[in-house]
């Protein structure tokens, strides 16, 4: 079992960045494959990016690739999806995800981002 919660979010500017973190618990969160992914209002949720437990098998959706940056830290139980050049359409509850094989197993509760042009 794996508990995640997810901090950070907020009210920015087109532009602006921002740093999402996710404090995860649980004995196996080591193993698991971490994703990130969102759901904007009237849409379905997407998928965002994901990285393995060791942090060397990383992807991005197309529309973030360049500008959001996953990352991990194993030591501190701590995963990270920083977001730069922010634009409004990714305004969107962001949520952070673990499994062993579908990172969609275990779900926290979300963190509002709202960029604003």
């Known amino acids: 079992q794996v508990q995640l919660v997810e901090s950070g979010g907020g009210s920015v500017q087109a532009g602006d960045s921002l740093r999402l973190s996710c404090a995860a618990s649980?004995?196996?969160?080591?193993?698991?494959?971490i994703g990130w992914f969102r759901q904007a209002p009237g849409k379905e949720r997407e998928f965002v990016a994901t990285?393995?437990?060791?942090?060397?098998?990383?992807s991005y959706a197309d529309s973030v690739k360049g500008r959001f940056t996953i990352s991990r830290d194993n030591a501190k139980n701590m995963v990270y999806l920083q977001m730069n050049s922010l634009k409004p359409e990714d305004t969107a509850v962001y949520y952070c995800?673990?499994?062993?094989?579908?990172?969609?197993?275990?779900w926290g509760q979300g963190t509002q981002v709202t960029v604003s042009s």
């Open positions: 990285i393995d437990w060791r942090g060397v098998s990383i």
């Open positions: 649980g004995r196996t969160f080591l193993s698991y494959t």
């Open positions: 995800t673990a499994g062993a094989r579908d990172p969609r197993d275990y």
